[in-house]
């Protein structure tokens, strides 16, 4: 049973490229979330979303950033024109249901810019 | 502000001997869990506890849940090196529909001594 999965594993972008960043749940799980992580510092909430559908995004920065979670696909979290301060560890993350279930979380990819 | 915060930021204990991490939180929550992340990887979950639990166990790993403290603990006993990494609890606030995203707090990282 294969985990949730994440690619690149690494990306380094210039400022001002786009970043596109990939996420295939868990077999049988329909919720995805999305979390960045800061050097030194814990996770935060970015979006929430079901397939097809953003349920919550209040956690995304209301410009540059994007999330989708098409029928068929993995999700796709995108950063447009990146600057230094987008670079981190973003996290997806998914689980069976929204409310009371364990979240699992894939490898992460690590968001360089230079 | 803050949902969830581990308490210390770091340990170093000697193999054997046991870990006691804690965690505060604000609102109200229908759960809290611990997660495990080792250097350069993605987040492992460890346990969830639910808001009317009071101490839950999975091997070595024991989670008490004080909801009118707002205040968890996880303890590991019998600490082997392969313990070492950062620990994070993360709430699901009880918002009444809202987000459904955890909040994670900045993390104990925990080094075990051989």
């Known amino acids: 049973n294969a985990g949730v999965m994440q690619n690149p594993r690494h990306l380094v972008r210039r400022r001002g490229q786009e970043a596109r960043l990939r996420c295939s749940p868990m077999k049988g799980h329909s919720h995805v979330y999305w979390y960045r992580q800061l050097p030194e510092e814990g996770l935060k909430f970015m979006v929430y979303?079901?397939?097809?559908?953003?349920?919550?995004e209040s956690g995304m920065p209301k410009e540059r950033f994007s999330a989708e979670f098409p029928k068929e696909g993995p999700s796709i979290l995108r950063i447009q024109q990146v600057v230094r301060g987008d670079s981190a560890a973003y996290f997806c993350a998914s689980s069976g249901r929204g409310y009371f279930y364990e979240q699992y979380f894939g490898p992460g990819t690590r968001l360089t810019v230079t | 502000s803050q949902q969830g915060e581990e308490d210390p930021q770091a340990l170093s204990i000697q193999e054997g001997e046991n870990a006691t991490m804690n965690c505060s939180y604000k609102t109200s929550i229908n759960n809290l869990q611990w997660y495990r992340q080792n250097s350069g990887r993605g987040l492992v979950h460890l346990i969830l506890?639910?808001?009317?639990?009071r101490e839950k166990h999975s091997g070595r790993l024991r989670v008490t849940l004080d909801t009118s403290k707002k205040s968890s603990s996880l303890l590991i006993t019998a600490s082997r090196a392969a313990d070492t990494a950062s620990y994070f609890c993360a709430t699901d606030p009880d918002s009444g529909g809202g987000a459904d995203g955890l909040t994670f707090g900045k993390g104990t990282h925990l080094i075990i001594q051989p």
């Open positions: 506890i639910r808001s009317n639990e």
């Open positions: 979303l079901q397939k097809e559908n953003i349920i919550d």
